[in-house]
Structure formats: C-alpha cells, structure tokens
C-alpha cells in the first residue's frame, strides 16, 4: 500500500500547471481497431515544426496504477505546424497470424511511423479500449522495470492522457476483466452502462479542444472532448452498393480516411479532414439544413452519428448540383458520409444545433 502511494505521488509531481492553449502537442486520434490496427495520431497546434524525440508513449493496461519503460516507447520524427504525425503499431508481415497479424495496407499507408514490432520488448501500442494511454515529455532510461515518474524520466511533463489511469472500464455486462471493456457513453463512463466507445472505434479530437489533458481526470466521459467513428466501413461499387466476398459477406475496409490532418480551432486557417474530394457541406454548424453541393459527384450521402449509428441516408442522381438535407430532428456532432460516382468515399463532420 504504502509503495503503491508513493508511486501516485510521484506521477503527480509532475508539472501539472495550467497549460496555455494551443503551445504543445496533444493526441487528435485514437484508433482502436480490429486485431492489430492501432494507431494515435499527434497534433501540433503550433506555428513551428516540432521534434518528437523528447517525448513517448505509455499504456497504462487494465486499469494499472503505474507504467514501466517496458510499456512506453520513445517517439521520432517531426511534427510540421498545424500539422500531424501518425504513429502506428508494427506489425508489417503480411503472413503473420494471430498476436503477429498485420496491420491493413490501408492504416500502413497512412503512417508516419512504425513503433513496438516486439510485444516483450516494448508493449505501449498494444492497447485496447479499456487502456489508458499517455502522451508525456521526457527521454525514457534504459532499464525496463523503471517506473514512469519525475524520479525517474529526465525533463518528464505529462502532455496529454487518453481515458484514466487507474481505472479499469467493464464490458457491457458491468465485468471489468480481461481485454473485453471500454469506457461508454453513459455516466460514470467505466461501468458498461450505454454504448462501449473506446473499443472497436476511432476517436477525433473535437475541434474546440486545444491542448491536452494535462493531469488524470477524475472520469473519463470518452464524447466529452471525441467523436467516435466505426473502425470498418462496407465496400461499394459505383453504384453505391454493397460489394461482398466469396464468403457472401460484405467486404469491410479500414475507416482510416480522417487520419492525416486535423481540423482544430487553433488553426485560423482551417485544415480540412479530406482534401481530396471536392463537394462542400454547408452551414457547418447548422441549425437543421444541411446543403451539399455536389458538382455531380456524389450518389450517395449517410448521416452518421458519433456513435457509428446510420441516423439517416439520402440517394442522389447524377444531375443534381445541390442537395438539401434536413436533419431539424437531430442534435449533436454528426459524420456525413459521402458516396461518389467512383465509389470512393469521404467522412465531413457536422455539428448540428
């Protein structure tokens, strides 16, 4: 006991002063996806490029108090302003089963780096949704048993902490065991009650939020600073229909289209979450009326809500230049997701008034 209070009052004598907005990196995207598609994604809110070899990451696994150096990774790379790094478990053997399963070609395409390929050697990107994931300063020692601390990390600040250390959310049924639980949507967010959101989805950082989660929270409402989308997305034809296997089951592809840039407040400028596709959405926010101009590109728009629910869909022709959605009965953050002619889709957050 009096080991385990030690170590808490260590981990919070780490500077936990009140950060100023928009000055220090801070996760925009969690992905927790099907077997070894894991992924976070670094904002920097910054106009300057930063290094990312003075910061790493921890998970904290099934609500344990404390993490060593063997559950942390030290990071590289750079960081460009205004921009994202995307960070993904490695795990590239394309024959590789079981605990060594690859992570889709897809999220690989999107990374920017590859981390953990040696589960005993560092497991920090093994998470899953029932994890607490840190993001902190700091250069790690060399000694795996060491625990992550003041004491013991040189220069450590905790930036950002994903979900709360020390707690250990239960599945839906209220069981907090094993691998099998996540926080949820419904107060007090650990004990199953509601919808599981931080397993088997992706999460984004809200927009309005500026800089990181500085300390361990007190509870971690998962919706509260997130929007949450569904790992897997069903393939279409262009036609907008769905394309099955030789096993007579849709094929399912990685809803990885958001990773790669950040929208946030902290650019005036305004990063869009695709830039590759060309219809617009507006109002954003909308007070019910959604238009979309579509140049004759789209066949097919989805209302989707945080939760990956399908609220609404909408079928268009090939002649029309707008389309008019009225999505009055709704209220919240919303995903429109857009079919075009091509079969190519695209994910556009709305905030619906």
Same mark, same amino acid.
């Given at each position: 006991?009096?080991?385990?209070?030690?170590?808490?009052?260590?981990?919070?004598?780490?500077?936990?002063?009140?950060?100023?907005?928009?000055?220090?990196?801070?996760?925009?995207?969690?992905?927790?996806?099907?077997?070894?598609?894991?992924?976070?994604?670094?904002?920097?809110?910054?106009?300057?490029?930063?290094?990312?070899?003075?910061?790493?990451?921890?998970?904290?696994?099934?609500?344990?108090?404390?993490?060593?150096?063997?559950?942390?990774?030290?990071?590289?790379?750079?960081?460009?302003?205004?921009?994202?790094?995307?960070?993904?478990?490695?795990?590239?053997?394309?024959?590789?089963?079981?605990?060594?399963? $690859? =992570?889709?070609?897809? /999220?690989? #395409?999107?990374? !920017?780096?590859? @981390?953990?390929?040696?589960? *005993?050697?560092?497991?920090?990107?093994?998470?899953?949704?029932?994890?607490?994931?840190?993001?902190?300063?700091?250069?790690?020692?060399?000694?795996?048993?060491?625990?992550?601390?003041?004491?013991?990390?040189?220069?450590?600040?905790?930036?950002?902490?994903?979900?709360?250390?020390?707690?250990?959310?239960?599945?839906?049924?209220?069981?907090?065991?094993?691998?099998?639980?996540?926080?949820?949507?419904?107060?007090?967010?650990?004990?199953?009650?509601?919808?599981?959101?931080?397993?088997?989805?992706?999460?984004?950082?809200?927009?309005?939020?500026?800089?990181?989660?500085?300390?361990?929270?007190?509870?971690?409402?998962?919706?509260?600073?997130?929007?949450?989308?569904? $790992? =897997?997305?069903?393939? /279409?034809? #262009?036609?907008? !229909?769905?394309? @099955?296997?030789?096993?007579? *089951?849709?094929?399912?592809?990685?809803?990885?289209?958001?990773?790669?840039?950040?929208?946030?407040?902290?650019?005036?400028?305004?990063?869009?979450?695709?830039?590759?596709?060309?219809?617009?959405?507006?109002?954003?926010?909308?007070?019910?009326?959604?238009?979309?101009?579509?140049?004759?590109?789209?066949?097919?728009?989805?209302?989707?809500?945080?939760?990956?629910?399908?609220?609404?869909?909408?079928?268009?022709?090939?002649?029309?230049?707008?389309?008019?959605?009225?999505?009055?009965?709704?209220?919240?953050?919303?995903?429109?997701?857009?079919?075009?002619?091509?079969?190519?889709?695209?994910?556009?957050?709305?905030?619906?008034?």
């Amino acid at each position: 006991m009096k080991q385990a209070l030690l170590t808490v009052l260590l981990f919070l004598s780490a500077p936990l002063f009140a950060q100023n907005t928009c000055n220090e990196l801070f996760i925009s995207e969690y992905v927790e996806g099907w077997s070894n598609n894991k992924a976070l994604e670094i904002y920097n809110p910054t106009n300057n490029p930063i290094n990312l070899s003075g910061y790493f990451v921890s998970r904290y696994s099934n609500g344990a108090t404390t993490a060593t150096v063997a559950n942390s990774i030290q990071l590289s790379g750079t960081v460009p302003a205004k921009g994202v790094y995307v960070a993904v478990l490695q795990k590239l053997d394309p024959n590789g089963t079981g605990q060594e399963a $690859p =992570v889709w070609d897809s /999220l690989q #395409a999107r990374a !920017d780096g590859f @981390y953990c390929p040696d589960y *005993n050697a560092s497991n920090a990107f093994y998470w899953n949704g029932n994890d607490a994931i840190l993001l902190a300063k700091g250069t790690l020692p060399s000694t795996a048993t060491s625990v992550i601390n003041a004491t013991n990390v040189a220069g450590f600040a905790i930036v950002d902490v994903f979900g709360k250390i020390g707690e250990n959310p239960a599945n839906e049924t209220g069981t907090a065991s094993g691998n099998d639980g996540a926080w949820s949507s419904q107060f007090p967010y650990s004990t199953g009650l509601g919808v599981l959101i931080t397993k088997d989805h992706s999460m984004i950082r809200k927009t309005s939020v500026l800089k990181g989660q500085v300390g361990n929270p007190s509870f971690f409402d998962p919706l509260l600073e997130w929007d949450s989308i569904p $790992p =897997v997305v069903v393939r /279409l034809d #262009a036609n907008g !229909d769905t394309l @099955y296997g030789t096993s007579g *089951n849709p094929i399912l592809d990685g809803n990885w289209t958001s990773l790669g840039s950040h929208n946030c407040d902290c650019n005036s400028i305004g990063v869009k979450e695709t830039v590759s596709i060309s219809p617009s959405i507006y109002p954003n926010p909308s007070n019910g009326l959604v238009y979309i101009k579509t140049q004759n590109q789209v066949r097919k728009a989805q209302v989707i809500s945080a939760l990956g629910q399908q609220m609404k869909e909408f079928n268009l022709s090939p002649s029309q230049g707008v389309l008019e959605l009225d999505l009055s009965a709704l209220q919240g953050v919303y995903f429109i997701r857009l079919t075009l002619t091509d079969g190519q889709q695209a994910l556009h957050k709305v905030i619906i008034r």
